[in-house]
């Protein structure tokens, strides 16, 4: 998998830049198979996943997941009567094989107060520990 990684990561930089204004953490977009990606990180990490894929080590891979962010109203014990306080969108998830377990995936450079906050609340509403690669 290593060697995979050095190759893409070579190749990455050989790939169309999309011009836009310099991110707050210097990331670049990048476009691959024709997704714009937030940063090189996260586009390589695509290509890891999809050759993954490709071998039978995953499947079900899906790109930008919208997981609602609800917290408990009137001290209501269901969910539907809850508000939705925000929203966390997954870079990546998809199931691993053989186990089937489910992944859901961050390509994480700077791990904000924000994103904290969002894989607490993850981690609480769903039961999901947020994969950081």
Known sequence: MANHREEWTKAVT???MTKAVQSKYKAVKVTVDGIVFDSKREAARYHELKLMEKAGKIRNLRL????????????????LAGVQVGVYMSDFDYEELPSGAYVVEDSKGVRTALYRW???????????????V
């Open 14 to 16: 050989k790939l169309q």
């Open 64 to 79: 930008q997941t919208r997981w609602p962010l609800v917290v408990q109203k009137d001290g209501e014990l269901s969910v």
């Open 118 to 132: 969002k894989a607490k609340h993850m981690a609480i509403q769903y039961g999901i520990q947020i994969r950081e």
